[in-house]
């Protein structure tokens, strides 16, 4: 339907050849664009044919002049009322046809997802239809979207998303989750360095260097603002390093208020459709950011009057389209059971009054008005689900056209993506760098000799030789002996599994964890005796002798909680073994 803003572009770009009789002289005046505007709108809600009427005078047949110019220059998707209605009076009113179906059956929703892609590459590639004209229905699209998503950027079809694409898939929407992750769980070294990387563009965040989580220590957790001032204030003291207090505590002093001061970070933190996403997101509550962010939508951006069309089938059933595809026609979907209302069920209002027609009726009406209005259909459901139940079938699918089923180790005919090509393809895929890397690897995990995929490197590596000179414990030697891979993996490449300590605070250290500390706790100690007694070159038997008491006084002032922050203040109490 054509908006009223349309109009005043459209007639200002007449041009010059178009004479008028009455209105020539009304071309270049004030205000004339929005009289012929205003005129125009009122002839076509009153559904008058200005060419039918143009013997009655020079300015009607001025008018129709301006209507004929203006219905040849519409954008693609835009008619004038008239036509609409007549359009949609003969669409209803012309006998019903059969169209040309067809029924497929897929192991999964996934794999349903695959076959409607390769159905319109093929529909493409053959000429039968152009993307305008082919349409991805189903009653409810959240068991497909997120494959679709995934798969059609593969894919790299002209496809549009009807109802839109999650918040969460796009960039913007993940910098309000991630906001949301730490006002919601708390600080901790992890969630705030996500958090502030993906906030890089934001003004109160530009002082800071692009590497500025680079001089985080990754076993610190930061779980509370305290922690992040003290290890900041430590940072501060190196010369050589910026200082990144100014930037980061008022940052992190407003995220430690936690949900109440939600709405306040997103006008400070966010900017554009990130913060229209946060504050859609607070009309439910701060309490339930997570929640609602991930079932926000955006609207696509492509354009739908040029591309395939994915969405459900309320949206698309009024702009039906000559090849549709009906996915999930399994009991479940099609047509869909209604629920009673949370707040007035049937033992207060009758359904009937408050839905006159129940989201059962909406699902077969909408099916028949996608297949009357097609050339061809396909209809397709899946064996089982995404959780491997089986599904039975829809009892709208025709019972006369029979089913196909497609393996989803099958050859397609036309595949939808490079990946879905060189699946089919293997003499060609075993070509390729990854195929051969593959094979390697599987071949040589089951060879007696010592290979790449062992972990053998070549000689004279800078970091295995660093891992190997440095002192060691009895784990890390131990692991060196009878791990070699995973002591490279460890030590040299510092590949560790995340800390318990990066995501909460523990009532009670795990036994890696104590270990560690107690190990550090050592080191620093023997290397404080060395460095004042010249512990190594004393007496063994005296060195032993005071070596196991300070080792139980180190453990002693551990299993007391007297050893706070700083290993070194252990020292004055082991320099008091030696005092005499």
Same mark, same amino acid.
């Given at each position: 339907?054509?908006?009223?803003?349309?109009?005043?572009?459209?007639?200002?770009?007449?041009?010059?050849?178009?004479?008028?009789?009455?209105?020539?002289?009304?071309?270049?005046?004030?205000?004339?664009?929005?009289?012929?505007?205003?005129?125009?709108?009122?002839?076509?809600?009153? #559904?008058?044919?200005?060419?039918? %009427?143009?013997?009655?005078?020079?300015?009607?047949?001025?008018?129709?002049?301006?209507?004929?110019?203006?219905?040849?220059?519409?954008?693609?998707?835009?008619?004038?009322?008239?036509? %609409?209605?007549?359009?949609?009076?003969?669409?209803?009113?012309?006998?019903?046809?059969?169209?040309?179906?067809?029924?497929?059956?897929?192991?999964?929703?996934?794999?349903?997802?695959? /076959?409607?892609? *390769?159905?319109?590459?093929?529909?493409?590639?053959?000429?039968?239809?152009?993307?305008?004209?082919?349409?991805?229905?189903?009653?409810?699209?959240?068991?497909?979207? /997120?494959?679709?998503?995934?798969?059609?950027?593969?894919?790299?079809?002209?496809?549009?998303?009807?109802?839109?694409?999650?918040?969460?898939?796009?960039?913007?929407?993940?910098?309000?989750?991630?906001?949301?992750?730490?006002?919601?769980?708390?600080?901790?070294?992890?969630?705030?360095?996500?958090?502030? *990387?993906?906030?890089?563009?934001?003004?109160?965040?530009?002082?800071?260097?692009?590497?500025?989580?680079?001089?985080?220590?990754? #076993?610190?957790?930061?779980?509370?603002?305290?922690?992040?001032?003290?290890?900041?204030?430590?940072?501060?003291?190196?010369?050589?390093?910026?200082?990144?207090?100014?930037?980061?505590?008022?940052? %992190?002093?407003?995220?430690?208020?936690?949900?109440?001061?939600?709405?306040?970070?997103?006008?400070?933190?966010?900017?554009?459709?990130?913060?229209?996403?946060?504050?859609?997101? %607070?009309? #439910?509550?701060?309490?339930?950011?997570?929640?609602?962010?991930?079932?926000?939508?955006?609207? #696509?951006?492509?354009?739908?009057?040029?591309?395939?069309?994915?969405?459900?089938?309320?949206?698309?059933?009024?702009?039906?389209?000559?090849?549709?595809?009906?996915?999930?026609?399994?009991?479940?979907?099609?047509?869909?059971?209604?629920?009673?209302?949370?707040?007035?069920?049937?033992?207060?209002?009758?359904?009937?009054?408050?839905?006159?027609?129940?989201?059962?009726?909406?699902?077969?009406?909408?099916?028949?008005?996608?297949?009357?209005?097609?050339?061809?259909?396909?209809?397709?459901?899946? *064996?089982?689900?995404? /959780?491997?139940?089986?599904?039975?079938?829809?009892?709208?699918?025709?019972?006369?056209?029979?089913?196909?089923?497609?393996?989803?180790?099958?050859?397609?005919?036309?595949?939808?993506?490079?990946?879905?090509?060189?699946?089919?393809?293997?003499?060609?895929?075993?070509?390729? /760098?990854?195929?051969?890397?593959?094979?390697?690897?599987?071949?040589?995990?089951?060879?007696?000799?010592?290979?790449?995929?062992?972990?053998?490197?070549?000689?004279?590596?800078?970091?295995?030789?660093?891992?190997?000179?440095?002192?060691?414990?009895?784990?890390?030697?131990?692991?060196?002996l009878t791990d070699p891979l995973g002591f490279v993996w460890g030590y040299a490449l510092g590949w560790k599994p995340p800390s318990p300590l990066s995501q909460e605070e523990p009532l009670a250290l795990d036994n890696p964890t104590y270990g560690t500390l107690v190990h550090e706790l050592l080191r620093e100690t023997a290397a404080s005796l060395e460095s004042r007694l010249n512990f190594a070159s004393l007496k063994t038997g005296w060195r032993d002798e005071h070596d196991i008491y300070g080792v139980w006084i180190v453990t002693s002032a551990l299993k007391a909680k007297s050893v706070v922050d700083n290993p070194k203040q252990l020292i004055p109490l082991l320099d008091s073994l030696f005092s005499e």
């Amino acid at each position: 339907m054509l908006a009223q803003n349309r109009l005043p572009t459209s007639l200002v770009k007449l041009p010059n050849r178009y004479r008028f009789a009455e209105l020539e002289q009304l071309r270049e005046m004030p205000g004339a664009v929005k009289a012929i505007c205003t005129t125009l709108m009122k002839v076509w809600n009153a #559904d008058v044919d200005l060419q039918a %009427l143009a013997a009655r005078g020079p300015r009607i047949i001025d008018l129709a002049r301006i209507e004929a110019y203006i219905r040849d220059h519409l954008p693609g998707g835009m008619i004038l009322q008239r036509e %609409l209605v007549s359009s949609a009076i003969a669409n209803f009113l012309k006998p019903k046809q059969t169209p040309k179906q067809r029924s497929v059956v897929c192991a999964t929703p996934k794999h349903e997802v695959i /076959e409607s892609l *390769r159905w319109a590459r093929q529909l493409i590639v053959s000429g039968r239809a152009q993307p305008h004209e082919i349409a991805v229905v189903a009653s409810a699209t959240e068991d497909w979207d /997120e494959d679709f998503r995934v798969l059609v950027a593969d894919s790299q079809l002209p496809l549009h998303l009807v109802h839109g694409r999650s918040a969460t898939s796009t960039f913007l929407g993940q910098q309000a989750a991630s906001l949301a992750t730490v006002l919601l769980e708390g600080l901790s070294h992890d969630r705030v360095v996500r958090a502030l *990387r993906l906030l890089h563009n934001t003004p109160k965040l530009k002082s800071l260097p692009g590497d500025w989580h680079t001089n985080l220590s990754p #076993d610190a957790p930061l779980l509370k603002l305290r922690h992040w001032q003290i290890f900041l204030d430590k940072l501060a003291e190196d010369p050589e390093r910026p200082d990144f207090r100014p930037a980061l505590l008022p940052i %992190l002093d407003l995220l430690s208020k936690g949900a109440p001061a939600a709405e306040q970070v997103g006008e400070e933190l966010l900017s554009g459709q990130a913060r229209a996403i946060w504050r859609r997101a %607070l009309l #439910d509550g701060p309490q339930a950011l997570m929640t609602t962010i991930g079932r926000l939508r955006v609207p #696509d951006e492509s354009d739908p009057n040029s591309n395939i069309i994915w969405g459900p089938a309320h949206t698309v059933v009024s702009a039906p389209r000559p090849f549709t595809l009906m996915l999930g026609l399994t009991s479940r979907h099609w047509p869909r059971q209604g629920r009673e209302d949370a707040l007035l069920p049937s033992h207060i209002l009758d359904p009937a009054l408050l839905e006159p027609a129940s989201v059962t009726v909406q699902d077969r009406t909408h099916f028949a008005v996608l297949r009357n209005a097609a050339d061809e259909i396909v209809y397709s459901r899946s *064996r089982r689900d995404s /959780e491997g139940r089986l599904l039975g079938t829809s009892p709208l699918a025709p019972s006369e056209v029979a089913s196909e089923h497609l393996q989803r180790s099958r050859i397609p005919q036309h595949a939808f993506s490079e990946s879905d090509r060189l699946l089919a393809r293997r003499q060609e895929f075993s070509e390729t /760098e990854g195929a051969k890397s593959a094979v390697s690897c599987y071949r040589n995990w089951r060879s007696p000799k010592i290979t790449a995929h062992d972990g053998l490197l070549n000689s004279g590596d800078p970091v295995i030789e660093a891992a190997i000179t440095r002192a060691h414990s009895a784990t890390s030697l131990r692991r060196m002996l009878t791990d070699p891979l995973g002591f490279v993996w460890g030590y040299a490449l510092g590949w560790k599994p995340p800390s318990p300590l990066s995501q909460e605070e523990p009532l009670a250290l795990d036994n890696p964890t104590y270990g560690t500390l107690v190990h550090e706790l050592l080191r620093e100690t023997a290397a404080s005796l060395e460095s004042r007694l010249n512990f190594a070159s004393l007496k063994t038997g005296w060195r032993d002798e005071h070596d196991i008491y300070g080792v139980w006084i180190v453990t002693s002032a551990l299993k007391a909680k007297s050893v706070v922050d700083n290993p070194k203040q252990l020292i004055p109490l082991l320099d008091s073994l030696f005092s005499e």
